[in-house]
């Protein structure tokens, strides 16, 4: 009975020193828990499940020694943290830059214009292409210039988000850019008023110069959330004009959103592969065309250096899968695909989730999309669109009319 008193007091002992030997549970900051969600969002969705040759739960415990005393530098570590995987897409959005992004898709933005983005062999950054019909624009600004400085601050001491966060601004103040033209030394200053911009996402109008072909022009700007439903409506109303061919204009079109890419695709293709993507663990996907196209009429193409992302998941689509010809330059090659995860506190975090493919699996990240008929233009302005200047334009009229 001694034994048995003596072996329980032990094993009460035990697990009595057992629960009170337990230190309390560290509760993590606010702070601490943001960076935390960006660290678990990247660590279960990025592309690259080896972090750019790095242990990602190391950065992680390194990341959270640092001081986190405000929201300031919290978005500093969690910049640090997304920096190290060396891709200018996988990047923190703070609140009203993720908010200009939910605008900019809807169609609605006040600036001068300029999209940019970072070139990755460069790492400067550089014009993607102006707005139509924008300040930037109508200054002269074209794709693949690079953007030195903005009101005096050098752009390569600006993260891509902050370099568009102090373009932007509101209407009728101005902004000083710094800007220095493709392969050329010099550096030009241009001071621009931000105005409110105008996304429409389709321009459309009836060539009917032959008018044994009447011609359908559709330019792209952007692939907004209503992209898909402008299009078809200017197709149909082309359709009950009887037109022979149409003109698909993506030049400067520096995409937006993937699924409005392949919604849009599927307008013109039969049943066929859109996109194929492909994530971390190289397990491949694709899109799909499934139905009728809403139009079997010839389509050209025009492409340039400031075609990107979604525009060339669309312009793959239709070459690979012969439904039209494209004209023009090659394309800017962005073949990766972001996924927009929201914050507690507003903000955002993209992360590339994939990277994509056209139907015959070229990888474009980096490459571009040649055209199939190449046709050089020296820069042109909104209103010289489809006139005698716009040598790309009257390539895809006479591809049209032989076709």
């Keep these: 009975m001694k034994k048995f008193v003596l072996c329980c007091l032990v094993i009460f ?40 040759g790095q242990n990602w739960w190391t950065l992680r415990q390194k990341i959270l020694r640092k001081p986190l005393g405000s929201r300031e530098e919290t978005y500093g570590a969690i910049r640090e943290m997304l920096a190290t995987l060396d891709d200018p897409y996988t990047r923190l959005l703070p ?21 940019i983005s970072i070139n990755p062999e460069t790492k400067h950054i550089e014009v993607v292409s102006p707005l139509p019909n924008s300040p930037a624009e ?52 241009y001071h621009l008023k931000r105005d409110r911009l105008s996304l429409s996402s389709v321009i459309s ?22 992209a898909t439903k402008d299009l078809a409506h200017a197709i149909a109303q082309f359709e009950q004009q009887n037109v022979q061919g149409y ?12 699924q409005a890419g392949v919604e849009i695709a599927r307008l013109w293709l039969e049943p066929s592969t ?26 050209v193409v ?5 075609t990107a992302s979604a525009s060339e998941i669309l312009a793959g689509a239709l070459q690979d899968n012969g439904r039209a010809t494209l004209v023009g330059e090659k394309t800017y090659g962005k073949g990766l695909i972001q996924s927009l995860f929201e914050l507690p506190d507003g903000a955002g975090l993209a ?53």
């Design 13 to 52: 002992y035990i697990l009595f020193s057992g629960i009170v030997g337990v230190p309390n549970a560290y509760a993590f900051s606010e702070e601490e828990k943001l960076v935390l969600q960006c660290w678990r969002l990247v660590n279960e969705a990025y592309v690259d499940n080896s972090f750019n």
């Design 95 to 115: 609140p009203e830059r993720y908010h200009d992004l939910q605008i900019t898709t809807s169609g609605e933005l006040s600036g001068v214009g300029l999209q």
């Design 138 to 189: 109508d200054a002269g600004i074209h794709p693949k210039d690079e953007v030195v400085s903005i009101d005096g601050v050098r752009a390569d001491t600006l993260s891509l988000d902050e370099a568009a966060s102090r373009i932007r601004g509101k209407v009728g103040t101005k902004v000083t850019l710094e800007i220095k033209p493709q392969d050329k030394d010099t550096i030009n200053v």
């Design 205 to 226: 109008r009836l060539d009917d110069s032959n008018p044994d072909f009447p011609v359908g022009y559709l330019r792209l700007n952007q692939f907004s959330g209503s």
């Design 247 to 258: 003109i698909l204009d993506l030049r400067n079109n520096p995409g937006g959103l993937l």
């Design 274 to 299: 859109i996109v194929y993507t492909v994530n971390r663990q190289g397990t491949m996907g694709s899109y799909d065309a499934l139905g009728e196209p809403i139009t079997k009429a010839p389509l």
């Design 302 to 306: 025009l492409v340039n250096q400031g």
């Design 351 to 403: 992360v590339t989730v994939a990277k994509y493919e056209t139907p015959k699996h070229k990888d474009i990240n980096k490459l571009g999309i040649s055209p199939d008929v190449a046709v050089s233009q020296e820069p042109i302005n909104y209103f010289e669109i489809g006139t005698d200047v716009d040598l790309q334009y009257q390539r895809a009229i006479a591809s049209l009319l032989n076709s």
